[in-house]
């Protein structure tokens, strides 16, 4: 397995990491500061973990019924849920071209990575998606929405049918929204009404 490399981005618009590209204003350096100091940060987190949930969950619309998990950025939710489902045989299945800790995680907890090939117009290849979920079982299968690194929203009938056939074995489908600002769609008023479907 080879290191995971960042290309050097100087003089450029990075729009690759969901990042803010400008600095935070003085005065409000200072408050995050002033507050920061407040904070006992020598103690591990627990007040207030569930009060920015709340205040996520709301932001975002996460449907009624539905949990928001918090985490250090999507590679650790990532490998969370990859360490959720390892179990001896598991599969991880995912689009390709697509982000690529969906097969480093799996690599990195033994798992089996099942990479399916979209179609030359970027979109996904539904009989070939929906023969490896048969064939596979996939404990996991990521769909990124937008995809990265290709951008696209994938039509919304053929994932429909891959959230059902994925449903139908048993297994999980992620919706990777990292990049959903930049996005007409969102998948997240959907989710509630799946019950083995993450936002």
């Known amino acids: 397995m080879q290191a995971y490399a960042i290309q050097p981005s100087a003089g450029l618009v990075k729009l690759d990491a969901m990042e803010n590209p400008y600095r935070l204003p003085e005065a409000l350096q200072r408050e995050l ?17 569930a009060e920015l949930a709340a205040a996520l969950a709301a932001y975002a619309a996460v449907p009624p019924g539905c949990k928001t998990m918090l985490g250090n950025g999507s590679d650790e939710l990532i490998d969370l849920l990859a360490a959720a489902c390892a179990r001896p045989g598991a599969t991880i299945l995912a689009p390709q071209p697509g982000f690529v800790m969906y097969e480093v995680s799996a690599k990195l907890r033994g798992l089996t990575f ?13 009989a070939a998606m929906l023969a490896a979920i048969e ?13 990265n690194p290709t951008a696209n929203l994938f039509d919304d009938a053929v994932i429909e049918r891959i959230v059902d056939a994925v449903g139908a074995q048993q297994g999980l489908v992620v919706f990777d929204e990292a990049y ?18 993450l936002v």
């Open 135 to 147: 064939r596979r079982r996939p404990a996991l299968t990521y769909l990124a929405y937008p995809n």
């Open 33 to 49: 500061g002033e507050r920061l100091g407040r904070v006992a940060i020598n103690r591990y987190p627990g007040e207030g973990t």
């Open 114 to 126: 099942v990479g399916v090939a979209l179609t030359p117009s970027f979109e996904l290849d539904e």
């Open 180 to 197: 959903q600002p930049f996005a007409a769609r969102s998948w997240m008023q959907r989710m509630g009404a799946h019950d083995h479907v």
